[in-house]
C-alpha cells in the first residue's frame, strides 16, 4: 500500500470516518520520496530503536521500520489508531501507542522499549507545537543520540542559526548546550495534504555524548539565556537587569569580564558565551 498516495490517505480515513483534524497539525506527507530520505538521515546504524512523535496513517513509520530494528510511534488522535493498526500490521517491530507526546512518560516508554539500543527521534513534527515538544525531548530524561524533525522553514532556520544572525534566537542557544544543529534539506508545500502555507525543512541535532558545556548552575544559565532574549532591541546589559540579585554595575563587569563589548546584544553570544557570562555573573551576586 502506497501511504503517501493521496487517494490512499483519503480512503483510509474515509473508511474510519475520519478528517483531517487541524488543532493537531495533521499535514500528512503525500510524496514518497521525502519519508525515505528522512528515514535515510534519522540514524547512522540498523540497531536503534527510533521514537516517532505523530505517525499520522504510518508514511514515516513504515520507511523506519524498514531500516531499523525497533519503532515506537506516539499518535494523539485516536481516529488514526485503527488505521495505524491496519499500516503497520506488517510490521513485528513496530508499536503504536495512543498518547500526547507532552504527557506520556517517555522515560519509562523508552526504557521498555529500548532494551540497550541507542535511541533517536525522528518525525514530521505538529507545527503548533514543534518548540514545546523539542524542549520537552530533551528534558525528559532520556539521552537521545538524534533528534531528528521536520518543522516550518523559517523555525529551521532558527534552530540552525549560528550566533549574530538574525535567525538566532534562545531556542538555538539552548540547543546548542545540548548538541550541534544541521538543516539537511527543504520540503516544499505541495508536498503535503492538506498542504501548508509555508514550505518546511528538515533538521537533525546530534546530542552530546560527553557534554563540553560546564555552567556552574544550569537553571540559572538557562534563566540568562531567556533574559538575554526576552528583549532583543536592548543591549545585553540592559536586558539582563530582570535577573534578580544583581545591579547594573555587577552585570556590566561580568560582561567586561568575559571580553564582550560594554553595547553587545544577546544575539551575538553563542552557548559557550552564555556558559562562561552565566558563570561569571554568579560571581557578581548581592546576596
Ligand atoms: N507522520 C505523518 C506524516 O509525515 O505524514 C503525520 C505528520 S503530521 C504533520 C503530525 C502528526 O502528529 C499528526 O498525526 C498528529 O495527529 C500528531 N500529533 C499532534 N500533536 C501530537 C501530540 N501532542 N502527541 C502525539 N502526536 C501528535
Known amino acids: 500500500m502506497n501511504l503517501c498516495n493521496p487517494s490512499v490517505v483519503r480512503a483510509l480515513m474515509a ?19 521525502v519519508p525515505e530520505r528522512i528515514a535515510d538521515s534519522c540514524a547512522d546504524r540498523e540497531d536503534v530503536l527510533i521514537l516517532e512523535i505523530g505517525p499520522g496513517i504510518g508514511c514515516l513509520t513504515k520507511e523506519l521500520a524498514l531500516r531499523y530494528s525497533r519503532v515506537v510511534a506516539i499518535e494523539i488522535d485516536n481516529g488514526l489508531i485503527p488505521i495505524l493498526e491496519r499500516t503497520m500490521a506488517e ?4 508499536r503504536v501507542v495512543h498518547g500526547d507526546v507532552m504527557e506520556i512518560d517517555l522515560a519509562a ?13 525522528c518525525a514530521n513534527l505538529p507545527y503548533y507545537i ?9 528534558e525528559c530524561g532520556v539521552r537521545f543520540s538524534s533528534i531528528t524533525v521536520m518543522v516550518q522553514n523559517e523555525v529551521a532556520a532558527r534552530l540552525a542559526a549560528a550566533p549574530g544572525k538574525g535567525d538566532y534566537g534562545a531556542i538555538t542557544a539552548v540547543l546548542g548546550y545540548h548538541g550541534t544543529v544541521k538543516k539537511l534539506f527543504t520540503v516544499p508545500a505541495g508536498c503535503f495534504m492538506p498542504a501548508p502555507k509555508v514550505s518546511s525543512a528538515v533538521v537533525r541535532m546530534d546530542l552530546y555524548r ?12 538557562f534563566s540568562v539565556i531567556r533574559a538575554a532574549f526576552g528583549m532583543r532591541r536592548k543591549t545585553l546589559c540592559n536586558a539582563l537587569a530582570v535577573l534578580g540579585g544583581f545591579d547594573k554595575e555587577g ?12 553595547d553587545v546584544r544577546g ?14 555573573l554568579l560571581e557578581k551576586k548581592n546576596i
Open 15 to 33: 473508511e474510519e470516518g475520519i478528517t483531517f483534524r487541524k488543532e493537531f497539525g495533521q499535514n500528512f506527507l503525500i510524496d514518497f520520496t
Open 91 to 94: 510490521f513485528d517491530n513496530v
Open 109 to 121: 516508554l523508552i526504557t521498555e522499549e529500548a532494551q540497550g539500543r541507542e535511541v533517536a527521534v
Open 130 to 138: 514543534t518548540t514545546p515538544i523539542l524542549m520537552r525531548l530533551l
Open 210 to 221: 560527553e557534554n563540553p558545556h560546564h555552567p556552574k548552575d544550569e537553571h540559572f544559565f
Open 251 to 262: 552585570i556590566a563587569v561580568a560582561i567586561e569580564e568575559c571580553g564582550f563589548p560594554a
Open 267 to 280: 544575539e551575538r553570544l553563542s552557548t559557550a558565551d552564555f556558559v562562561r557570562l552565566s558563570n561569571a
